[in-house]
């Protein structure tokens, strides 16, 4: 019986297998050019590359122009974005740690797009800063002041499925090895499957069987465009922390059906959907959705929210709660997370020959740090 962590253990995500369980999450950050990524993102990632995380998820991208959250998100919708997105992933891959998987969240944001970079308030774009007509499933805004999105009709949803499609067609060109479909954090898919922004009474709205439909279809649409090679999962909603939203159960019964329909895995997360709602946030606060919907629908399972330490993510793992970990902020205060993981954990993991002198067994100054 192997010693080592299960952490630093690989992990099979459908087709393709991650050297180890660590993930980043895919994080915006803000700073794209219509969609195109900056030089900005040559740094962010080529970081991420480099620090021993087994999978690096690309940050939410915009699937058609108006599915963008703020003017600087990335996207994936025209040919200027996918040949600046191919240099940042040149240039992280020149770096990149052996086996590291390189995988690209899709979303739409939906009544949540048109809205203010985060340090610029987050609030909806005004009408001297260029905002957009926003969509949703009905005609509801996110909350007060908010654009009033227009409902899609059959012929949009359609059009929105197939922008996801192409997006994912230009990832599949890109060399990206995992796509995810983003449908939690109140963004369009989401906004589907709530009943709190979902007030539809066609095959889209109502039941529980309806409220899923549109992430089905996404899913079914998806999974047919790109090879068998590439791995399609996705970040699901677990709950909206508001009564009468989405539950737990629920949650259950719709990653069910996208296992049914060719998910290789489910990143587990919550909330996003309603401003008022209250978030219990404390260590580890969504890991138990991950381990239920893990335990009873079977599928491969991404924890995520408030992870932070190695003990942590190997105590989730060896309980067999989720079947991978992920981290944002982590990652962001430390983009070595992977080699220092490895270091407290007793993992002897590559690193780049030029950064090996700064190895816990060769640098005398390690000692220092703890003093």
Known sequence: MSNTPKLFTPLAIGPVTAPNRIAVAPMCQYTADDGSMTDWHVQHLMNLAMSGAGLVMIEATGVERR?????????LYSDANERAMARVLAAARAVQLPGTLFGIQLQHAGRKASSQR????????????????????????FGPNWHTPEALDDAGIARTIEAFVQAAIRAVRLGIEVIELHMTHG??????FSPLSNTRTDNYGGSLENRMRFGIE???AVRAAVPKSVAVGVRIAASDWVEGGVTVDEAVTFTAKLKEHGAAYACVSSGGLD????????????????DEIKK?????????????????AE?????GQADQIALARAFLDNPRWGWHAADALGVDLKRPP??????????????????
């Open 354 to 371: 030029q950064y090996d002198r700064a190895r816990k067994a060769l640098w005398p100054g390690e000692a220092l740090k703890h003093k």
């Open 315 to 319: 105590e989730i793992l060896v309980k």
């Open 187 to 192: 963004y369009l898919v989401h906004q589907f």
């Open 275 to 290: 401003p008022a709602a209250k978030i219990t946030v404390g260590p580890g606060y969504q890991v138990g959705f991950a």
């Open 118 to 141: 985060p340090w610029e308030s987050g609030a909806a774009l005004t009408s001297d800063q260029d905002p957009w007509q926003t969509v949703s499933a009905s005609a509801k805004a």
């Open 67 to 75: 599915g963008r959250i703020t003017h600087g998100c990335v996207g």
């Open 296 to 312: 009873k629908t079977g599928i491969t399972t991404r924890a995520v929210g408030m992870i932070v330490s190695p003990e942590q």
């Open 218 to 220: 996404l899913m079914q």
